[in-house]
């Protein structure tokens, strides 16, 4: 049986995807810093709920435990747990909400992919899914904090992708534009008012299940009201000049020959 582990899960788009998974015959962990609602959506789901903060990495290590102690293993990971929100303008950034912010953003995703990792190997491969955001590939100037720690999120499955999969895990980004959930903080109505269409946790929680069960490596997938679901292509960056196609800059550690370096000559443009 698929063992999965949502973090966020008593919410928006975790608590969709965790009733996704139940669904499709997984064993899921509900982990989220909210016990009461983690337990709301395992109780529902048939699964099991830890409490953990993403932002610490005993916390992560613990909820994977969790899983293993629970189901007898981890294959399927949804980086999810996120936050929004703080400042009306960049005048009001408050250093404490930043941290808060990146310590959630970035080091529950950081710090997720960590834990994970043994259990993941320990299965002989599996799936992670991070939630990043539309706003970690485009710019977002009404909430820049945020963009920057789902920007981080995306170049680091970009980067992490490729010597993972060597190993038989695949990792992928999720960069959904907005969604009908509580991190949207009453903002819904506005929306509505404005014509603007909001995506469904359902929706955005199918495409997740989705790239964890299918996704290719270092995809980072948008999702948007009203359209298929669309892998982002990068454009390509200039390599140094007079560099001939395939020739890699030297490392401190090993990089697998198949892996391509992102300092390396560039690509064919494809967007
Ligand atoms: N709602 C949107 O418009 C939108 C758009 C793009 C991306 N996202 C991303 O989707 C993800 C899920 O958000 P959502 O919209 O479902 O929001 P949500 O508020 O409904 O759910 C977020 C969940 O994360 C949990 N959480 C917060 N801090 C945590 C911590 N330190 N440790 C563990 N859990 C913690 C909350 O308790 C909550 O259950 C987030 O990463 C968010 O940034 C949301």
């Not at 899921?28 to 903060?53: I, M, N, S």
């Amino acid at each position: 049986m698929t063992v999965a582990l949502v973090t966020g899960g008593g919410s928006g788009i975790g608590a969709a995807a965790c009733r996704l998974l139940a669904a499709s015959g997984a064993a899921v962990v509900v982990a989220d810093l909210d016990l009461d609602a983690a337990r709301a959506v395992a109780e529902e789901v048939g699964g099991t709920a830890v409490r953990c903060d993403v932002t610490d990495p005993a916390s992560n290590e613990q909820a994977v435990a969790s899983a293993e102690a629970e189901h007898g293993g981890l294959d399927v990971v949804l980086l999810n747990a996120g936050v929004a929100g703080g400042f009306a303008s960049w005048d009001d950034l408050d250093p404490v909400r930043y941290r808060q912010m990146t310590a959630v953003n970035v080091d529950g995703v950081v710090f997720g992919l960590r834990a994970a990792l043994p259990a993941l190997r320990r299965r002989g491969g599996g799936a992670v899914v991070a939630t990043a955001s539309l706003a970690g590939i485009s710019p977002s100037p009404s909430s820049p904090v945020y963009a920057l720690t789902k920007a981080a999120v995306v170049q680091l499955v970009r980067s992490m992708a490729p010597p993972l999969a060597l190993e038989g895990v695949r990792l992928a980004a999720l960069c959904p534009g907005f969604v009908a959930t509580p991190l949207l903080d009453g903002m819904v109505e506005r929306f509505d008012e404005a014509g603007f269409p909001l995506l469904t946790a359902e929706e955005v929680a199918a495409v997740a299940v989705d790239l964890a069960e299918h996704g290719d490596p270092g995809s980072c997938v948008v999702v948007q009201p009203g359209r298929e679901p669309l892998p982002y292509a990068f454009r390509g960056v200039p390599g140094p000049r007079g560099v001939g196609q395939g020739v890699l800059p030297p490392t401190r550690t090993p990089v697998p020959t198949t892996v391509a370096s992102p300092a390396a000559p560039p690509a064919t443009p494809t967007a």
